[in-house]
């Protein structure tokens, strides 16, 4: 843990290797809790971490780099298995050799920047909308409608 912390340096926020079922659902499957009463479990428990962790006000290194699972789970709740981009030109719909929908949870406003860890700095894209968030000439514009739009859903979530 405290060599991959060094290692990674914050420059690349791609998390495209970062895929694992695992991380996706660290609670394991269905426990017959809502996806609706999940997410304001996971967003809750995700806001209180990185208060506890003094996230949401100033960063130490370490904390830059710690990941939250419940901050990623609640955003794969909260997502229904889809692309959350509004301007989503497609989501493949094959899934992985696991049966999970390819998405990857990135943070709209990078850890590195001083983004914190919790559910409405995060948004579930298809690797078509992550390049382009990633890569675009127009990825200023589309990470100001992420950001937007990962507010809205978080609090649309919430009612
Ligand atoms: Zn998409």
């Given at each position: 843990m405290?060599?991959?912390?060094e290692?990674?340096?914050?420059?690349?926020?791609?998390?495209?290797?970062?895929?694992h079922p695992s991380d996706v659902y660290p609670e394991g499957p269905s426990t017959g809790e809502s996806d609706?009463?999940?997410?304001k479990r996971l967003a809750q428990k995700a806001e209180a971490n990185?208060?506890?962790?003094?996230?949401?006000?100033?960063?130490?290194?370490?904390?830059?780099y710690?990941?939250?699972p419940s901050a990623r789970a609640a955003v794969i709740k909260r997502c229904r298995n889809k692309c959350e981009s509004p301007d989503c030109a497609g989501h493949p719909t094959e899934r992985t050799t696991a049966g999970l929908p390819i998405l990857q949870v990135d943070h709209v406003k990078d850890l590195a920047k001083g983004g914190p860890d919790v559910p409405w700095n995060m948004i579930a894209l298809c690797p078509n909308c992550h390049a382009l968030k990633t890569y675009g000439e127009n990825r200023?514009?589309?990470r100001r409608l992420?950001?937007?739009?990962a507010r809205r859903l978080h609090?649309?979530?919430l009612e």
């Open positions: 405290l060599d991959a912390l290692t990674d340096t914050g420059e690349l926020h791609d998390e495209t290797g970062d895929y609706e009463d999940a997410y990185a208060k506890r962790r003094g996230q949401l006000k100033k960063l130490t290194l370490a904390d830059k710690v990941r939250d200023e514009k589309f992420l950001a937007a739009t609090e649309a979530n």
